[in-house]
């Protein structure tokens, strides 16, 4: 049995490793992690250099993808045999300091569903490719909404009138983003040509998918106003299955519970074969935000809407060299 002392800093490199692969907006991968030898802590913080100040002022995005590393992070301690400790915002005057996960001896009890989807770390990808007509059954939506609820969230699937609606508010989000030069020019500011020397973040150009030719999935073009040479049309599902993620209240914390559900749930879709794209153009207009609340109940703030499906699984994202996310201290 490994012991405290064979803690060593290959194996916290590797738990930081598994932990970037989560999503993040844009694929600014915002974050940065301090280990402390001695207490075997890490420490998470928020890398405000990699905000997206236009589409995302309040940082709450950053903080959801903060919160997906940091459910990965558990999760690849859980599959390492650890139980893990977990403080949000441990320090209130310090707010870039968003968790800090400690690691307990490997002989305590670990959270056994966690360390099963450890597989799905480096299998889970945006997909924005088309997705089939086939229906999510009604078991594995309810098993992915129970997942959300573990981790302080509410996950409800859309139903007509209220997925119309949505669908609407999305699209007047691309109209709003379309006309906003400085969204235009800050999202550019994190797309990728692959003909290029690698990228090490940002959205490369193979991972855009096709232009929509017909269909109503609601995919953001990542391509903006610019042509893409060569770029094929596909046509997208006609009934997308979208479910939104929603928290009771809308403050730092619970954007991390809400980064953490929202890695939980794409996780465990993951393992049962489910592809998953975003769909996160009305959440950056605050006046179109608060109109994706569920209309009968007129609760919760949402924090992201999901498109959940069977199709191919996304293209794997850049991700920047563990050295430059991690410090380690004695």
Known sequence: MLTHSTLDDTAIKSLVTDATMAPSMH???PWHLE????????LLFADLDRAIPLADPTNR?????????????RAAAAHAGHRTVTTLLPVPNTPTLLASLRLDELHEPRDAGLSELHHALRTRHTSRAPFSERRVPAGLRATLSGAAAGEGAR???????HREAVLDLILNAEGYDRMDDGREVEQRGWTRDTSAASPADGIPECAFGPAKRGGAAPLRDFAGRRPIPGRPYADFEQSPQLASLSTTHDAPADWLRAGQALQRVLLLATHQGLASSFATQPLEWPDLRWLLRDPRSGAGHVQMILRLGYGPHGTRT???????????TP
């Open 61 to 73: 995005a950053l903080h959801l993808g903060c919160g997906a590393a940091l459910l990965n992070l």
């Open 155 to 161: 996950l409800a699937f859309l139903t007509t009138p």
């Open 27 to 29: 694929n600014a991968q």
């Open 35 to 42: 280990y402390s030898r001695s207490s075997r802590t890490l």
């Open 318 to 328: 850049p991700r920047r060299p563990v050295d430059e996310v991690l410090t380690i």
